[in-house]
């Protein structure tokens, strides 16, 4: 059996560690709020603008815009999305492990398969393993902001507009509740619409024209779908860290538990000894 003073060198080990994982608990809670609301603001906005450019969509019967046409699929791009830091359980494991399997499945087919690499844990992962990365971006706000999904945007329409890559993917993990999230594969571009049949029951007029509304619609969408996806990623993270932490404050309170009975234990084993002693003691006084 452990001494007493191992016991107590132990306890203040594990209680030290749950005051951490306590304040980290804490901490992801506060973030998790906080990105709950930004998505909870943005929501009307996105709900228009999705409900506006389905209307035009529809209404000009067929499109050529270039970010909507599909092309014959020989090189796609994987943007793979996961935290800077770890402590959140298997919340990057499960996204990263995701990802290789659908730029297996890809070059099974001959398809050449490039990296966007969203994250440290990410961009760590894909260059263990080897994998072309054409970008890495990390340090994304625990809140992030319309100016990074923007930047963001950006770059992969630059880089489909180019013809750098067919298709583009995000591969993520979607916030189903604060302690479920699912990693998804998600097509970003060429961009994929939803036809409003109750636009072609209905006259509707568009100055200048439906081509220049789309014009102006388009960017806004995009940039408000990157904030959306980016967002949903965060709140995942910070929920799966906020469960992670929460498991492990709670282990360490029944291993404090099981500390403390062994602390008992031992301090009674040790009196016992004590009081066996000193009787022994006096009695071989009394001899």
Known sequence: MPNVREIRRRMRGVENIQQITQAMKM????????????????????????????????????INHPLFVEKPLKKVCLVLITADKGLAGGYNTRVQRLA????????????????????????????????????????????????????????????????????????????????QQRPIVKQFLPLVYEKDETALEEEYIY?????????????????????????????????????????????????????RLSYNRSRQANITREISEIVGGADALEA
Do not use: W
């Open 27 to 62: 901490v992801a809670a506060s973030k998790l709020r906080r990105t709950q609301m930004a998505v909870a603001r943005s929501r009307p906005y996105t709900q228009k603008l999705q409900g506006v450019l389905s209307t035009v969509i529809t209404s000009m019967g067929e």
């Open 100 to 179: 290789l399997e659908e730029a297996e499945r890809y070059a099974e087919q001959g398809v050449k398969v490039d990296f966007l690499a969203l994250g440290e844990k990410g961009r760590a992962y894909l260059k263990r393993r080897e994998q072309e990365i054409k970008k890495v971006v990390t340090g994304i706000n625990d809140v992030p902001t319309f100016d990074e999904a923007q930047k963001l945007a950006r770059f992969l329409v630059n880089i489909y507009l180019n013809e750098e890559y067919d298709r583009i993917y995000l591969v993520y993990q979607e916030f189903v509740t604060t302690v």
């Open 207 to 259: 100055e200048p024209s439906p081509q220049a509304v789309l014009s102006i619609l388009l960017p806004r969408y995009i940039n408000n779908l990157a904030f959306h996806l980016l967002t949903e990623t965060k709140a995942s993270e910070h929920g799966a860290r906020m469960t992670a932490m929460t498991s492990a404050t709670d282990n360490a309170e029944e291993m404090l538990e099981e500390l």
